[in-house]
């Protein structure tokens, strides 16, 4: 495969750290010229500044839209177009219907679902004005699979797979291809996190449990995740349109 995204422009949500952090950096190898979208100032601007030459921190706020509008703007008024939209950013959350609180479910939908419609919202009319585009939404094995007590992160990435056959469908005949990847469990920072925050002194112990929840036995990794990405978004996918792409260490169809 021709993995290359020479002269093209990409906008990536969350990409301060984990899969969004991952994919900038992979597009960025490729030849993108990459914008890394976050909320956290920090880890987004050493992303950026990591990266080099071809990335640029935006400090974005996914659930507000006027700060998606300000972020696009500054992102088209740098190159004059925008090829690449990757909605990464996302928040988790654990609870059922009966345990999930008002403000917590609200908070997810903010964040998760208002989020990539936001940036659908801003970035659809500059990939129209471009000629066209490709949109890349990070679902989740959630999306489509029954998971115990992950009952509003499981709503919001339902929605998010949804969206991405919405759109698919709405701008098919204007060059706008849209797919979504459903990741099982992968690495990041915030599994880390959880585990120290949750399972004190049992860290060890609940990363082993977490990972061999996959049949392959293990977590994926950040880059795993990316190398799709980077097919989705090439030319070499220019025949994929409306489709979710599990990518989960055999957790849908393989069990042990």
Same mark, same amino acid.
């Given at each position: 495969?021709?993995a290359?995204?020479? /002269?093209?422009?990409?906008f990536?949500?969350?990409?301060?750290?984990?899969?969004?952090?991952?994919?900038?950096?992979?597009?960025?190898?490729? !030849?993108?010229?990459?914008?890394?979208?976050? $909320?956290?100032?920090?880890?987004?601007?050493?992303?950026? %500044? %990591?990266?080099?030459? /071809?990335?640029?921190?935006? %400090?974005?706020d996914? %659930?507000?839209?006027?700060?998606?509008?300000?972020?696009?703007?500054?992102?088209v008024?740098d190159?004059g177009?925008?090829?690449?939209?990757? /909605?990464?950013?996302g928040?988790?959350? *654990?609870?059922t219907?009966?345990?999930?609180?008002?403000?917590?479910?609200?908070?997810?939908?903010?964040?998760?679902v208002?989020?990539?419609?936001?940036?659908?919202?801003?970035?659809l009319?500059?990939?129209?004005?471009?000629?066209?585009?490709?949109v890349?939404?990070?679902?989740?094995?959630?999306? *489509?699979?029954g998971?115990p007590?992950?009952?509003?992160?499981?709503?919001?990435k !339902?929605?998010?797979?949804t969206?991405?056959?919405?759109?698919?469908?709405?701008?098919?005949?204007?060059?706008i291809?849209?797919?979504?990847i459903?990741?099982?469990?992968?690495?990041?920072? $915030?599994?880390?996190?959880?585990?120290?925050?949750?399972?004190?002194?049992?860290?060890?112990?609940?990363?082993?449990k977490l990972?061999?929840?996959?049949? *392959? !036995?293990?977590?994926?990794?950040?880059?795993?995740?990316?190398?799709l990405a980077?097919?989705?978004?090439?030319e070499?996918?220019s025949?994929?349109? !409306?489709?979710?792409?599990?990518?989960?260490?055999?957790?849908?169809?393989?069990?042990r």
């Amino acid at each position: 495969m021709s993995a290359t995204l020479e /002269n093209k422009t990409a906008f990536i949500t969350g990409a301060g750290s984990g899969i969004g952090r991952a994919i900038a950096e992979k597009f960025a190898k490729n !030849g993108a010229r990459v914008f890394v979208a976050d $909320f956290d100032e920090k880890n987004g601007a050493e992303t950026a %500044a %990591a990266i080099g030459g /071809n990335a640029r921190f935006l %400090a974005c706020d996914v %659930a507000d839209q006027g700060s998606v509008r300000a972020a696009v703007a500054a992102a088209v008024e740098d190159t004059g177009r925008l090829d690449i939209l990757v /909605n990464n950013a996302g928040i988790a959350h *654990i609870g059922t219907a009966i345990s999930t609180e008002e403000d917590d479910f609200d908070r997810v939908m903010r964040v998760n679902v208002k989020g990539v419609y936001n940036c659908l919202h801003e970035v659809l009319p500059r990939m129209l004005e471009a000629g066209g585009g490709v949109v890349l939404n990070l679902a989740s094995v959630a999306s *489509i699979a029954g998971l115990p007590d992950r009952f509003a992160y499981s709503t919001s990435k !339902g929605a998010v797979f949804t969206m991405t056959l919405s759109v698919a469908a709405d701008y098919i005949d204007q060059n706008i291809r849209c797919n979504c990847i459903c990741p099982a469990r992968v690495h990041t920072p $915030f599994v880390d996190g959880y585990l120290a925050k949750n399972y004190p002194g049992r860290e060890a112990e609940m990363f082993d449990k977490l990972s061999k929840a996959q049949p *392959i !036995g293990r977590m994926a990794k950040p880059s795993e995740i990316a190398a799709l990405a980077l097919y989705l978004c090439g030319e070499d996918s220019s025949f994929i349109t !409306g489709q979710a792409f599990e990518i989960d260490g055999g957790y849908m169809n393989i069990r042990r």
